[in-house]
């Protein structure tokens, strides 16, 4: 990456205006490990120069065409290609502006040359063939979300099905997928840090999996990673929410959706939807929230699991009684009384 003789500088385009409520945005201001703040600041060892042009943070207010106070013109800069390297973040879902005859479902800024609004669309048209590399955050960028349900008159699509599953950036990197609704903090700012490391030739190839989530953080189930399991691994079930006890049968599909929450917590290691007695409904996979609908029922699997499970958890919790009771017990030599016992039995 050419320097010019100052420090390199990576910018951040952050586009929000697609169909979202902005909560992934929001759940970034809760990261801690690493913050924002750090991120920004460079607090952290290697980490390039960083700029972020992000409308929650945006000091620049000013309309299109401001001379010094355009926030919109650094999305220009970048399509001109004049921001050297820029990752595109994008958040919310993508509509699709061909199913309607006039209007738009969603855009951000105006077009100086038509005065007229520019779409999401047209902007990732226009940002994500210069980007080093395009992010997703949250489960509507992602996938779809909420927006993309059955029967959603937008025709609303994740940037994967936009973009295509199989595009690339310039530099060769698929489309980074962090999902959530909203986005676990921290998942979201380690993923940034990665990225901007790989940007200066500090990381390699950032490892994903087949629906381009980082590996490292969606690598193992909901279930793997949760303090119930092992109630459900004894057949032990929460009949009413308020019990620590396993909630499979209250409606959690804990046992087969990727997600690190309940082993990362929320903010500062605590928290995370099932660590708080709610059920996990889904939110990081593709097939969110259609495939995991109506919620707070129990999912089709575990009622043929749980039952197997209710069984094999009676003779599972039968054994554990009985060691328990023997492991309870002191050994032998250990007596009350005058006469000290170790257990030592000379040999000669």
């Known amino acids: 990456m050419p320097t010019n003789g100052k420090d390199p500088v990576v910018h951040i385009l952050w586009i929000n205006a697609g169909l979202s409520c902005d909560g992934d945005s929001v759940a970034l201001t809760a990261a801690m490990q690493p913050s924002i703040e750090d991120i920004v600041l460079g607090t952290l060892p290697g980490l390039p120069k960083v700029e972020v042009h992000w409308p929650l943070i945006a000091y620049e207010t ?44 969603c855009g951000f800024g105006n077009n100086p040359a038509t005065g007229q609004p520019m779409t999401t669309s047209e902007w990732i048209d226009r940002l994500a063939p210069k980007a080093l590399l395009v992010l997703a955050a949250g489960t509507c960028a992602t996938y779809g979300g909420i ?15 936009y973009l295509g599953w199989d595009w690339k950036s310039g530099a060769g990197i698929p489309v980074v997928c962090v999902p959530g609704c909203p986005i676990q903090p921290d998942n979201l700012s380690e993923t940034i840090l990665y990225l901007l490391y790989q940007a200066t030739g500090q990381a390699p190839m950032i490892p994903l999996d087949e629906e381009h989530r980082p590996q490292w953080l969606f690598g193992n189930t909901v279930h793997e990673g949760c303090d119930r399991a092992g109630y459900y691994e004894g057949g032990d079930f929460a009949g009413e929410y308020g019990s620590p006890k396993c909630i499979v049968k209250l409606g959690c599909w804990g046992p087969v959706v990727k997600c690190n929450v309940p082993k990362r917590g929320w903010m500062g290691g605590v928290g995370g939807c099932p660590n708080v007695g709610g059920i996990c409904i889904g939110c990081t996979m593709p097939g969110f929230p259609d495939k995991f609908m109506p919620f707070m029922d129990e999912p089709p699997g575990a009622k043929v699991s749980t039952r197997m499970s209710n069984v094999l958890g009676t003779v599972v919790r039968s054994l554990r009684a009985f060691t328990l009771n023997t492991l309870e017990d002191e050994p032998k030599w250990r007596t009350r009384g005058k006469e000290l016992k170790t257990g030592y039995h000379p040999r000669w």
């Open 147 to 161: 927006h993309a349900m059955a029967g959603n008159p937008t025709g609303a699509m994740g940037v994967l099905d």
């Open 62 to 105: 000013g309309p299109v065409g401001h001379k010094t106070d355009d926030f919109i013109e650094w999305f220009f800069k970048g399509e001109r290609g004049e921001l050297d390297p820029f990752v595109l973040v994008i958040e919310g879902s993508i509509p699709n502006e061909a199913i309607k005859k006039e209007g738009y479902w």
